[in-house]
């Protein structure tokens, strides 16, 4: 804790406010009691009905979640003097890493692995990166492969058919932390630095068949890391992760470091596998969504969603792509041409999204369509918006309605 | 009030369609909301109508909420922090406010405890220091103090990025302190 912290910790304690007054918490229950939605006690069957009918008319879920969580599933707890500083690109990398391929086997998914190649330049900065991201990572999204080359990842979703183009400077930050913490030459220097000032203790297993590697076993007070040294090159290719729970040290992933600084041929930073029929959104070219302004947050989601209508009955469905996370005009219409879009009944109330990882609202909208010469009300109650990935201030549907 | 995690979760899933268990669920909570609601407005009144605001929010979106019990709590502050801030992003509403804080210390310094006068003027330095915060660093400095959050606690809560958090927070508490010591100095002068 900093001294500003410790002052205003200081300062706040004891400081007295009004407690909770029985009387309109007995008042509000009441209102609520009173408000509470009849439709909810008996199933929504009209709502299902809809959304069946309107599924069998191919409106399908539009897939296009941009946000790239790339969660490398490591503890680097014991690293962390030496990598919890910022990691900006700009600041000097210090590793020792110009090519490195490594592959994460968590312990439930080995079919699985998350793999990451990447290529350095000469001062450390990160210059190339291509991960694999398993389906069991992301689910919804399904397996993922990113490649990132100055500030812009491709982001391909095979599930999905969808390749995403977005600015990002997260995956060099993530990838700069990983090297840096699990240098093959430095990683168990580190570890001697933090066995110095008493964060863990080491223990060497160094067998005489030389063929075997020398066991470099750190625990901490959590967690235990073991690594494993080549004896002829020195180098770490393989790390074991072991977390204390319930009194003893069970095994969560195992870190494999391949082909260090073995030159990565460029290929592998392309993505020469998307099919020519992938739906192609590039967010780096076109301002995606809507301008935030002076509006709340709660309003620009509903806002969002009621332009996008608008588009749509206006039959603009570059309009409407611009708002679906920058999906191109000829897959919208593609996707709801054949609806047609007649008026926005309601829009709202907007509520947070039921998955905070989203970082969304959820704004429930109804419309009404015509579809088969029937007009009917066409009742979305999940349509999720948030701030555009890396264009803070812009607001746009995502994942689908 | 030990009741299990799963006894919880029950709760909340009857809750979308059983008044009764909404009504439990609410008494459950209300406490938690009104606090947090007062500890970022400093009026009753404002938190009594904010906390009504929140609840008849989640009486319509209960039946979105699909994670763990775990994460109820952070649904509710985070619906609490949406609410709060609308609140204050009207200009007029935020004049207001600050107006009823001098009108309202008042009061409190002679009716509600007189015994320590000393907490009382630093309580309105605290409105005033905080209040002219914008409602983004309002909200992480309550979460951190006042629901004594962890970082990543918060993170969760308002679905943002830890790092993004903790310069919010940095941020917001570097602020905070030169206002208190602004004000401070000027009473003191």
Not at chain 1, 150 to 163: F, H, P, S
Not at chain 2, 7 to 24: G, K, M, V, Y
Not at chain 2, 66 to 75: E, I, M
Request: one cysteine or more; hydrophobic letters at 40%; aromatic letters at 8%.
């Amino acid at each position: 804790m900093n001294d500003n912290e410790k002052y205003i910790e200081e300062f706040v304690n004891d400081i007295p406010f009004d407690a909770p007054d029985d009387e309109h918490r007995d008042e509000l229950k009441k209102q609520l009691l009173n408000a509470f939605p009849k439709h909810r006690l008996q199933p929504t069957i009209h709502t299902v009905n809809v959304w069946r009918k309107i599924m069998k008319n191919s409106i399908t879920r539009i897939a296009a979640a941009a946000v790239i969580i790339v969660a490398i599933g490591l503890l680097l707890n014991f690293w962390s003097d030496s990598v919890a500083y910022a990691l900006d690109q700009t600041i000097e990398a210090n590793h020792s890493v110009r090519y490195i391929h490594i592959k994460e086997i968590t312990a439930g998914h080995e079919d699985e692995p998350k793999e990451f190649w990447l290529e350095s330049y000469e001062d450390g900065q990160v210059k190339n990166v291509r991960m694999h991201m398993p389906s069991w990572d992301a689910p919804e999204d399904g397996a993922k492969v990113i490649v990132w080359k100055e500030n812009t990842a491709q982001v391909w979703m095979k599930k999905k058919n969808v390749l995403v183009t977005v600015m990002d400077k997260a995956v060099a930050d993530q990838m700069l932390k990983l090297v840096k913490a699990y240098d093959p030459r430095l990683a168990v220097e580190r570890l001697y630095k933090q066995e110095a000032e008493g964060k863990v203790k080491i223990e060497i297993e160094e067998p005489s068949d030389k063929s075997r590697p020398i066991v470099v076993t750190a625990t901490g007070p959590s967690r235990r890391d073991v690594l494993f040294v080549d004896q002829a090159t020195k180098l770490v290719t393989a790390i074991k992760f072991y977390q204390l729970k319930d009194g003893e040290y069970q095994y969560q992933s195992l870190l494999e470091l391949n082909g260090y600084n073995q030159p990565i041929d460029a290929k592998v930073f392309t993505l020469d596998e998307v099919p020519t029929d992938a739906i192609r959104i590039d967010q780096t070219t076109q301002e995606v969504g809507l301008e935030q302004g002076n509006l709340t947050d709660e309003e620009v989601a509903a806002e969002v969603v009621r332009k996008f209508f608008e588009a749509l009955i206006a039959g603009n469905y570059a309009g409407a792509g611009q708002l679906l996370e920058g999906a191109p005009a000829d897959f919208i219409q593609k996707q709801f041409g054949q609806i047609k879009f007649i008026r926005i009944i309601s829009v709202g109330p907007v509520g947070p999204h039921p998955n905070p990882q989203t970082r969304g609202l959820v704004v429930p909208c109804t419309v009404e369509i015509e579809t088969d010469g029937k007009i009917i009300q066409w009742k979305l109650e999940r349509i999720g918006v948030r701030e555009v990935y890396n264009q803070p201030g812009r607001w746009t549907i995502f994942g689908g309605i | 009030m030990a009741s299990s995690k799963a006894e919880n979760t029950d709760l909340i899933r009857q809750a979308c369609s059983d008044p009764d268990a909404f009504a439990q669920l609410y008494l459950l909570h209300y406490n938690d909301v009104f606090n947090y609601c007062i500890r970022r407005l400093f009026d009753r009144h404002s938190a009594e109508d904010v906390t009504s605001t929140v609840f008849f929010k989640v009486m319509h979106n209960l039946s979105s909420f699909d994670g763990k019990v775990t994460d109820f709590k952070n649904w509710l502050l985070r619906i609490a922090t949406n609410a709060v801030n609308d609140h204050l992003r009207n200009s007029r509403r935020r004049a207001d406010v600050i107006q009823k804080i001098v009108k309202n210390t008042r009061a409190e310094s002679e009716f509600v405890i007189p015994s320590n006068d000393k907490l009382l003027e630093k309580k309105v330095l605290l409105k005033r220091a905080l209040l002219s915060l914008k409602p983004k660093y309002q909200t992480v400095i309550t979460l951190r103090f006042f629901e004594n959050m962890k970082l990543t606690e918060i993170a969760a809560c308002l679905g943002k990025n830890p790092s993004t958090v903790r310069s919010c927070l940095s941020r917001a508490i570097t602020k905070l302190r030169k206002k208190l010591n602004t004000a401070a100095t000027r009473k003191g002068g």
